[in-house]
């Protein structure tokens, strides 16, 4: 905890409060599905899913709908890669919502930019954020203290 709150340079006092607007519940966090690999004369951030990765997504996101997830709206990185995940999910889980691109998502973010980005989503129920690794990890470790 004294890193997120070093991280966003607050003091305690101030963490707190803004913890309180912030329900940990209301995000799922989605890596996005297996992607094409990398090849010269691509940008990273143009790489599609394979179908290997929309099938795996498709089975995962059945089990969801099977568990009552249903999301609000949907936050995406706008990597394609991530995009077309969110696509996916929110289809899946029929989001009555839309899907919206965030640039706090994308790989070179920083916890902080997502953790101001739920804050400002605190009126949704159920939020997935659809974002990369490490980043994902980097969030965890960060929520975690």
């Known amino acids: 905890m004294a890193r997120a709150i070093e991280l966003l340079g607050l003091r305690r006092r101030q963490f707190y ?3 309180a607007h912030y329900r940990p519940e ?5 890596r996005h599905g297996i992607a094409e690999n990398q090849v010269a004369g691509k940008r990273d ?4 899913l394979t179908e290997e990765g929309r099938r795996i997504l498709r089975r995962v996101l059945a089990r969801a709908k099977h568990a ?4 609000s709206l949907v936050l995406t990185s706008p990597l394609v890669r991530a995009a077309e995940t969110a696509r996916l999910a929110a289809g899946a889980l029929e989001v009555p919502g839309t899907v919206a691109e965030a ?3 994308v790989p070179m973010s920083a916890p902080p930019a997502i953790w101001r980005l739920l804050r400002d989503q605190a009126a949704e ?3 997935p954020l659809v ?3 490490p980043l994902l990890n980097d969030l965890a470790s960060f929520l975690l203290g």
Do not use: C, M, Y
Not at 26 to 30: P, R, S, T
Not at 45 to 48: E, F, N, Q, S, V
Not at 68 to 71: G, L, Y
């Open 17 to 19: 409060r803004l913890k």
């Open 26 to 30: 209301q995000a799922d966090w989605v």
């Open 45 to 48: 951030a143009d790489r599609w």
């Open 68 to 71: 009552k997830v249903t999301p």
């Open 103 to 105: 640039g706090a998502l």
């Open 125 to 127: 129920d159920a939020i």
């Open 131 to 133: 974002s990369h690794e």
